[in-house]
């Protein structure tokens, strides 16, 4: 069955950076597209970053260009999230996704992904 495992969150300081992981397993990794999501306590789930199947195209929210890059390694079955920069409003449980939606292209919208890890908590001080 489809397993998403997040991992690599943790507190860091305001101007730091993490990487975040997702370990997939359980489908072809490499036939589809895979995003983030965050989403900070009270608030909801927000889009951060999609990528295509092969990772050649990439979509960011406008707020996060140029601080988080995403990427994935489709030999290792595993997306990554790469975050500089950080700020205290970065905070929030990351998520990572699986459109099985779509073979070609990708998605910034939170109810075309099918399933989700379990998140990881990042928590930026100021």
């Known amino acids: 069955q489809v397993q998403l495992v997040d991992s690599g969150g943790g507190l860091v300081q305001a101007g730091g950076s993490l990487r975040l992981s997702c370990a997939a397993s359980g489908f072809i990794f490499s036939w589809y597209p895979m995003g983030w999501f965050r989403q900070a306590p009270g608030k909801e789930r927000e889009f951060v970053a999609s990528i295509n199947r092969s990772g050649g195209s990439t979509s960011y929210a406008d707020s996060l260009k140029g601080r988080f890059t995403i990427s994935r390694d489709n030999a290792k079955n595993t997306v990554y999230l790469q975050m500089n920069s950080l700020k205290p409003e970065d905070t929030a449980v990351y998520y990572c996704?699986?459109?099985?939606?779509?073979?070609?292209?990708?998605?910034?919208?939170?109810?075309?992904?099918?399933?989700w890890g379990q998140g990881t908590q990042v928590t930026v001080s100021s």
């Open positions: 996704a699986l459109d099985m939606r779509r073979t070609i292209g990708i998605s910034t919208r939170r109810d075309e992904y099918d399933y």
